[in-house]
């Protein structure tokens, strides 16, 4: 095994061990941490997949805006991040068991699919390839990202503000 696929193992077990901890970690700053180291590390196995603008639009657009967005938006809805904050459900373990059976499951296909395999062509993963790709097949669903993303940012600011719902008074319920 080469010092490359060590380094690859090694980001590997680092995305999912930070993953699962991001999920599983009952404050929701630690949560946004690990999710940070998470796409850290992916970012990483980018760069030694050789794609290196993945790796960097991997670094900008979700480090740099997407965990940017979920921090401001758990700061601007003043939303409990103490210890205990993040609700647990007696689902958690349902959850888990459909998420591994999910990973094991898409571990076997990619396997069965590309188990193998060397990509050769140098023009996988270039600037231009991904370039041409994005802005005529993928313009689309980026587009709705923004949408989703920018509808997420007027929900935070709609919660924090505390305006009153139509037909709410204002008045305690014992007042009425």
């Known amino acids: 095994m080469s010092a490359v696929e060590v380094v690859f193992l090694v980001l590997a077990a680092v995305c999912v061990f930070s993953g699962l901890q991001a999920v599983t970690c009952d404050r929701l700053v630690h949560a946004a941490l690990w999710f ?22 991997q670094v900008l657009v979700y480090l740099g805006s997407v965990v940017v967005l979920l921090v401001f938006a758990l700061m601007l809805t003043r939303a409990p991040t103490g210890s205990g904050s993040a609700t647990f459900t007696r689902n958690r373990w349902l959850a888990a068991v459909i998420g591994t059976a999910t990973s094991v ?53 709609a919660l924090s503000t505390g305006q009153r719902t139509v037909g709410d008074s204002g008045a305690a319920d014992g007042d009425r």
């Open 36 to 57: 940070v180291l998470t796409l850290g590390s992916l970012a990483g196995t980018f760069l030694l997949l050789a794609a290196e603008l993945l790796a960097w639009v």
């Open 105 to 157: 499951g898409l571990g076997v296909l990619g396997w069965a699919g590309f188990g193998g395999q060397e990509i050769v062509s140098p023009t996988v993963g270039s600037p231009e390839v991904i370039g041409q790709v994005l802005f005529t097949e993928w313009v689309l669903p980026f587009e709705i990202l923004s949408l989703v993303l920018l509808a997420a940012l007027v929900g935070a600011i």
